[in-house]
């Protein structure tokens, strides 16, 4: 007989059918939890092809290897109206929206989390690459050993009431480490590639998706002199230095990678220009942020923290002052490139360690 493990309670496990997550199950498994894995069947449009059975079909093959439950969550609902509709309607109104952020809020921490903890779950987990350290009581979200992978950008809007009963149990570990783990248990989807992009969106551009749900119609991309060079695909759908997405079709302007450094939403177009070339039209040094939420405390009025304005970009030096119209000011201490309205900007201490909250751009 093999030794036997204290039960360290039950904890309800995000699986969606990838490595990450199973792996996750696996280890909170052989750690002595009570793990019962929950599918989240999330929405996705009558006119795509419907990937979801495939994906519950791995996670159950998973649950069965690992010996446990499986149950399905229906967050249709959930995901439509507060993740899918958010983001139609930010594109439309010419912003650039986070729609893995909302997911994170609205679903994976929102209804799948308060169901889990109502119906008897001591802790909640994913597969997200992030950590939680517990000191004095609080509970500080930390970047993941992976920072290649690490997910704490998708993740600012979570509090002490969920960090306090959330498992991360991949976050200190490298990718290439969960996938020994993963081959290690012999789970079935140990070699799984891994999923890119929105859960309903699957190997649809983003473009096309929006494209076919706003109606929108195809544009001019123009040069800096207002010289119309290619087409795009509807000027809302794009955000500022975007390197892809439309066309150059001008034969003097084929040679090279362009960059968005414009767009007009009411006539339809956006004005692109040589990557290669400095563009200081979109460098900026101060922001507003609203929609602020902090992990814990919020810094003081004037402190040095760091921030990072798009996933996997680099952190810059900042400061941040709280407006009495519930708005904050961002300034960047060496000035940042193309923040868009819309996108999620997302703070940390100074050495990057610890993740403070974040915000939506003004």
């Not at 903890?117 to 939680?132: E, K, L, Q, S």
């Not at 960090?163 to 200190?172: D, E, H, Q, R, V």
């Not at 507003?288 to 992990?295: A, E, G, L």
């Amino acid at each position: 007989m093999g030794k036997r493990v204290a039960k360290k309670g039950t904890v309800y496990v995000g699986m969606s059918g990838g490595v990450d997550s199973s792996a996750s199950a696996a280890l909170l498994k052989k750690a002595g939890y009570e793990v019962v894995g929950v599918f989240i069947k999330t929405w996705s449009p009558d006119w795509m092809p419907c990937t979801w059975p495939e994906e519950r079909r791995d996670a159950m093959r998973v649950a069965a290897h690992l010996d446990i439950p499986l149950v399905t969550l229906d967050c249709t609902k959930e995901y439509k109206e507060n993740v899918v509709d958010y983001m139609i309607a930010e594109y439309a109104a010419g912003r650039t929206p986070n729609p893995d952020v909302m997911c994170n809020r609205e679903v994976k921490f929102g209804a799948f989390f308060d169901r889990a903890i109502a119906n008897g779950a001591d802790f909640v987990a994913t597969g997200h690459y992030a950590r939680v350290e517990e000191r004095d009581g609080v509970f500080n979200m930390c970047t993941s050993a992976d920072k290649e992978k690490d997910q704490t950008y998708f993740l600012w809007t979570l509090a002490q009431k969920q960090l306090s009963k959330t498992l991360f149990p991949i976050g200190g570990m490298k990718k290439s480490e969960v996938r020994t783990v993963a081959k290690k248990y012999g789970l079935p989807v140990a070699d799984k590639k891994d999923s890119q992009g929105l859960c309903f969106i699957g190997h649809i551009d983003i473009k096309d998706f929006l494209q076919r749900e706003l109606k929108l119609t195809g544009g001019d991309v123009l040069d800096e002199a207002g010289n119309v060079i290619g087409r795009h695909k509807g000027a809302v759908v794009y955000t500022l230095g975007e390197h892809h997405g439309f066309e150059i079709t001008d034969p003097k302007h084929r040679d090279g990678v362009y960059v968005i450094i414009g767009k007009d939403v009411k006539n339809n177009t956006i004005t692109a220009a040589p990557a290669a070339k400095k563009h200081t039209t979109l460098d900026v040094v101060r922001v507003k942020v609203k929609n602020v939420s902090w992990i814990f405390d919020e810094p003081q009025a004037g402190a040095q923290i760091s921030c990072r304005v798009r996933y996997r970009a680099p952190r810059v030096a900042c400061t941040i002052d709280a407006r009495l119209d519930g708005e904050y000011d961002v300034r960047f201490l060496t000035p940042e490139t193309a923040v868009a309205p819309g996108q999620s900007i997302v703070f940390y201490d100074t050495r990057g360690k610890v993740c403070l909250g974040g915000g939506v751009v003004l």
